[in-house]
């Protein structure tokens, strides 16, 4: 059970979060207060930390603002919030000499997903053309990458980045004689 004391410390934080994502997204109080099924008086007053939400209403306004409930409840942790460099684990898919490593928790309805992926020397072939939805961005820390996109084939060397939509087909190719590493960060989806 939560004390008084406790709710009132928590209840400022909870209403900045919700004011912060609200002014975010652009969304008006009256607009938000309507799509969470509550006044704009109460919404105004658990912003200002003057008013604590009940379970229902907070779902509520979770709704309206098109994230998981647990965004305003769940605090942050190292567990979800840190990955040491000692605990990294690479991991591999069948059919594939790639070796990918999560940087990022995979908590449900996260919206970025970041890995650090190894490709070995030499590659013959590109990796699978592929598409989803979302964005993807690649950083080369170092090797070579030949990243092809709508069958347009871009050659990037360490430093190099793009920046690019996932619904494009792309693939991508160690063609080159050492082991590149490079940082992957894109919309959460299943190799």
């Known amino acids: 059970m939560v004390s008084t004391a406790e709710s009132a410390r928590q209840a400022p934080n909870l209403g900045g979060k919700i004011r912060a994502l609200r002014q975010r997204l652009k969304r008006t109080l009256d607009e938000t207060a309507t799509a969470a099924g509550i006044s704009k008086p109460f919404l105004s007053q658990v912003e200002r930390g003057l008013a604590t939400p009940s379970l229902t209403s907070l779902a509520g306004i979770a709704h309206a603002l098109g994230v998981q409930l647990q965004y305003f409840v769940?605090?942050?942790?190292?567990?979800?919030?840190?990955?040491?460099?000692?605990?990294?684990?690479?991991?591999?898919?069948?059919?594939?000499?790639?070796?990918?490593?999560?940087?990022?928790?995979?908590?449900?309805?996260?919206?970025?997903?970041?890995?650090?992926?190894?490709?070995?020397?030499?590659?013959?072939?590109?990796?699978?053309?592929?598409?989803?939805?979302?964005?993807?961005?690649?950083?080369?820390?170092?090797?070579?990458?030949?990243?092809?996109?709508e069958g347009k084939t871009f050659s990037l060397r360490t430093g190099d980045s793009a920046h690019y939509e996932s619904t494009v087909p792309h693939s991508w190719a160690n063609t080159g004689s050492v082991e590149t590493t490079l940082l992957w960060v894109g919309s959460p989806r299943l190799f």
Not at 74 to 79: G, L, V
């Open 74 to 149: 769940d605090t942050p942790s190292e567990e979800r919030t840190v990955r040491r460099a000692e605990q990294l684990r690479f991991f591999s898919f069948a059919g594939s000499a790639n070796l990918f490593a999560r940087l990022t928790s995979s908590s449900v309805g996260s919206q970025l997903e970041s890995l650090l992926v190894k490709l070995p020397a030499g590659q013959k072939k590109a990796s699978e053309v592929t598409t989803h939805a979302g964005e993807e961005f690649v950083y080369l820390i170092e090797g070579e990458l030949q990243l092809t996109l």
